[in-house]
């Protein structure tokens, strides 16, 4: 018996590009941490100076900036990552419903019509390319909501 093997991409629009944004600014981010690394050492025997203070308000200044950068990025891609899924989501309930009325038409013949109507044929390979349009939105809706909760996820980290 074959087996089959559906596998779906990333679903959201943007993806990538969101992706790419906040790991640019996580690097960002990095450097800000290791500024305030590096202020920390220099000042090792001066730590409570006022030269010293301020060196370290500005590196938290451009950490804590570089932080909500990367998090307003991470929102922005949730936000989308939710309407993609949501816009999925709403063409699977309408790709079910007409394929509940076409089988609903459709089972409404008899056998005898079934072989003999046009209309029941046409019908049938309406109900066929209405599964096949089914079952990828389904998947598509299934890693949307994946992306989105992915986004969640790293929106939650960033707020520790």
Same mark, same amino acid.
Request: charged content about 35%.
């Given at each position: 018996?074959?087996? /089959?093997?559906?596998?779906?991409?990333? +679903?959201? #629009?943007?993806?990538?590009?969101? /992706?790419? *944004?906040?790991?640019?600014?996580?690097? %960002?981010?990095?450097?800000?941490?290791?500024?305030?690394?590096?202020?920390?050492? +220099?000042?090792?025997?001066? +730590?409570?100076?006022? #030269? +010293?203070?301020?060196? *370290?308000? @500005?590196?938290?200044?451009?950490?804590?900036?570089?932080?909500? @950068?990367?998090?307003?990025?991470?929102?922005?891609?949730?936000?989308? &990552?939710?309407?993609?899924? #949501?816009?999925?989501?709403?063409?699977? %309930?309408?790709? %079910?419903?007409?394929?509940?009325?076409?089988?609903?038409?459709?089972?409404?013949?008899?056998?005898? #019509?079934?072989?003999?109507?046009?209309? &029941? @044929?046409?019908?049938?390979?309406?109900?066929?390319?209405?599964? &096949? %349009?089914?079952?990828?939105?389904?998947?598509?809706?299934?890693?949307?909501?994946?992306?989105?909760?992915?986004?969640?996820?790293?929106?939650?980290?960033?707020?520790?």
């Amino acid at each position: 018996m074959a087996t /089959r093997t559906i596998s779906t991409k990333l +679903a959201i #629009e943007g993806e990538q590009e969101y /992706r790419q *944004k906040v790991s640019m600014l996580n690097s %960002e981010l990095a450097v800000m941490e290791s500024e305030l690394k590096k202020v920390s050492s +220099a000042y090792i025997g001066e +730590a409570n100076t006022a #030269e +010293a203070l301020e060196a *370290k308000e @500005k590196a938290l200044t451009n950490a804590v900036q570089a932080q909500e @950068k990367v998090m307003a990025e991470q929102n922005a891609a949730y936000n989308n &990552a939710i309407t993609t899924h #949501e816009k999925y989501k709403k063409e699977l %309930e309408e790709i %079910e419903k007409k394929l509940s009325e076409s089988k609903t038409k459709y089972n409404s013949y008899t056998e005898s #019509e079934k072989q003999a109507s046009k209309e &029941a @044929k046409e019908l049938e390979a309406e109900i066929k390319k209405l599964e &096949a %349009e089914h079952e990828r939105l389904n998947g598509k809706t299934m890693a949307s909501k994946k992306g989105a909760d992915s986004w969640q996820q790293s929106i939650n980290k960033s707020k520790k």
